[in-house]
């Protein structure tokens, strides 16, 4: 518990504009002290080990290595890291993934700033937060079928998942390589990869599949 001193904060977000307005909303709070940020996942650990944050707001949609691949090498440095994320994605799907990944806590960036506020807050505490209005509800479908949508997402690796949410929404090999700051051959393998254990054949197959996991809408 650290309720009596103020908690640090590590930002990880790929836009200045949004690093800069977070950090505006949290300082505002006395509880916060200090602020720190960065722009990408591949830097995560080298200032995680630096710092010592007592919470990490991270985005899941960034350049390189991505939200998800950054959680999981986090989590594999320090098991006891805490790890909030903060979206524009507000699928379950996503939500789901994160905590698999590591993540403690997920809020959406369409909330009210004080949402950011308790969830630091809580997560720093030790207590699990999920925005409510991220949580399904009983008559979701999407909740109906989460046993067949967490098979399917078990077959893919947090990188997987990334380059197949890019391929999913119409980026060619090429594009999601640029994206993700990594080589054309290891995305056209990875895109190999994913359609084996999809059991699809072509980029058509993967959006009809991410649009019934909710990823992208129809």
Do not use: W
Request: hydrophobic share 45%; proline share 3%.
């Amino acid at each position: 518990m650290i309720d009596n001193k103020k908690i640090s904060v590590l930002l990880v977000d790929d836009h200045e504009v949004v690093r800069a307005g977070f950090k505006i909303l949290l300082s505002s709070q006395a509880f916060i002290g200090h602020i720190a940020d960065i722009d990408r996942g591949e830097l995560v650990a080298q200032e995680y080990e630096r710092l010592k944050p007592d919470v990490v707001v991270m985005d899941l949609s960034m350049p390189g290595i991505g939200g998800l691949e950054t959680i999981r090498r986090l989590q594999k440095l320090d098991p006891s890291a805490v790890v909030l994320v903060y979206s524009i994605h507000d699928e379950a799907i996503y939500v789901e993934r994160a905590l698999e990944a590591g993540a403690i806590g997920y809020v959406s960036k369409n909330s009210a700033a004080e949402v950011l506020a308790e969830a630091v807050k809580s997560v720093a505490n030790g207590k699990r937060y999920i925005e409510q209005s991220l949580l399904p509800k009983p008559d979701d479908v999407r909740q109906v079928n989460i046993d067949h949508y967490r098979q399917v997402l078990d077959l893919l690796s947090p990188r997987e998942f990334d380059v197949f949410c890019r391929l999913a929404k119409g980026m060619t090999a090429h594009e999601v390589a640029a994206d993700m700051h990594l080589g054309y051959k290891t995305i056209a393998n990875y895109n190999t990869q994913i359609k084996t254990k999809l059991r699809v054949n072509t980029a058509a197959d993967l959006a009809n599949i991410a649009v019934v996991l909710g990823i992208i809408k129809p």
